[in-house]
């Protein structure tokens, strides 16, 4: 076990669009004043190395994989950061893509978006929740930040793969790979959690392997945003406000009790509010609402202004820790880092990059493949 699993207390396996590029015509007081300090590496250098990737990722490794039990936990009672969440700007916002009819229902319907990141650290193989979202070249992924970069060996994850829509095994739009993964600096020198959120260009997608490995062939499926759209973003939103937030929780409450498989998507509703200080993971300003996932949700969006009818929203948050903040042995409460201006430059440095192509892969025939386009 790493020191950071050691420390943590308990262990929880998560603009205005202008020619084409995002935030081109936008220019607000909070990005003036922030300093943007976006980090990017390289997940796959070349289209080959991205196909043995998914070739690599069997449905028996995929099944294997473990909920990331490095997200983090926080035991205590509620009370007042000292420094609470603020905007650090005017509030603004990059409209979704892709948004679908899914008429009048009475439960919540599910994004297409939302799904599971599969990963290696140290060999071991794990996944987090994580989501579609805007970008220029519709090819981009949102997630926390430790469920693509290890900050106790300073390296990014390997194997990245991204399962949109993911339910009991399956990956109905296909496999994409990680291609390069951006995040806020602070996150990686001083493990600051504040920052815990990292977007990640992807190539397009592939269709899983299903068969023998000898016998893999790639298809390429298209693009990731073309295929099940993407979520909006939204930056300095009052801290004081609506979300749903999905995910794929799978772990036990702090009593033993275990409600959530993992292998189907999950969601929670709630009004945020600022959370108190967590020292252990450097968290000042972070703001939580009353949810009950488990180990699994890491990662996944919150989604303000969700629409029922069309699946899309605007992403304001990631699921970053869960708490237990009355004592009682049950997680009550996640957890997200404030998106501010500066989450938003990391953003559009992410949302502005290509992702190369498969030259050479299958094309997936004309309504075999992923049919919803945005």
Request: net charge positive.
């Amino acid at each position: 076990m790493n020191s950071r699993a050691k420390r943590a207390i308990v262990p929880l396996a998560g603009a205005v669009i202008a020619s084409g590029v995002v935030g081109a015509s936008l220019t607000t007081t909070a990005e003036a004043q922030a300093k943007p300090r976006t980090k990017t590496v390289t997940l796959a250098k070349s289209a080959a190395e991205a196909t043995a990737i998914v070739k690599a990722w069997t449905p028996a490794k995929l099944k294997a994989a473990k909920s990331y039990t490095e997200e983090l936990g926080v035991k205590g009672k509620l009370a007042r950061s000292v420094r609470p969440a603020k905007a650090d700007g005017p509030a603004g916002s990059v409209p979704p893509i892709g948004a679908s009819s899914s008429g009048s229902a009475k439960n919540v319907n599910l994004p297409r978006t939302v799904g599971k990141v599969f990963f290696e650290i140290g060999g071991e193989q794990y996944w987090c929740s994580a989501t579609s979202i805007q970008s220029k070249y519709r090819n981009l992924v949102a997630t926390a930040g430790h469920c693509a970069y290890d900050t106790d060996t300073n390296t990014a994850t390997k194997q990245f793969v991204f399962i949109p829509s993911y339910h009991q095994g399956k990956a109905p739009y296909g496999v994409y790979v990680g291609y390069k993964l951006n995040f806020h600096s602070d996150f990686d020198v001083f493990e600051d959690y504040d920052r815990d959120y990292a977007f990640i260009n992807v190539y397009n997608g592939i269709k899983p392997n299903t068969g023998p490995t000898k016998d893999f062939r790639p298809v390429d499926v298209g693009r990731l945003g073309d295929n099940v759209g993407g979520q909006g973003f939204t930056w300095n939103r009052n801290p004081k406000s609506t979300y749903f937030t999905f995910g794929y929780p799978a772990g036990a409450h702090l009593d033993g009790d275990k409600p959530y498989s993992g292998n189907t998507m999950k969601w929670c509703y709630g009004t945020s509010s600022t959370m108190p200080a967590a020292p252990e993971f450097n968290v000042q300003e972070h703001l939580g609402f009353k949810c009950a996932f488990t180990p699994g949700a890491s990662g996944g969006p919150w989604l303000y202004g969700y629409r029922n009818s069309t699946r899309v929203g605007y992403v304001g948050g990631v699921n970053s820790l869960v708490w237990d903040t009355d004592g009682n042995g049950r997680y009550d409460r996640v957890s997200s880092p404030y998106f501010d201006g500066e989450t938003y430059s990391v953003y559009k440095a992410a949302a502005n990059l290509w992702s190369p192509v498969y030259p050479g892969a299958k094309k997936a025939p004309v309504g075999s493949g992923p049919a919803h386009k945005g």
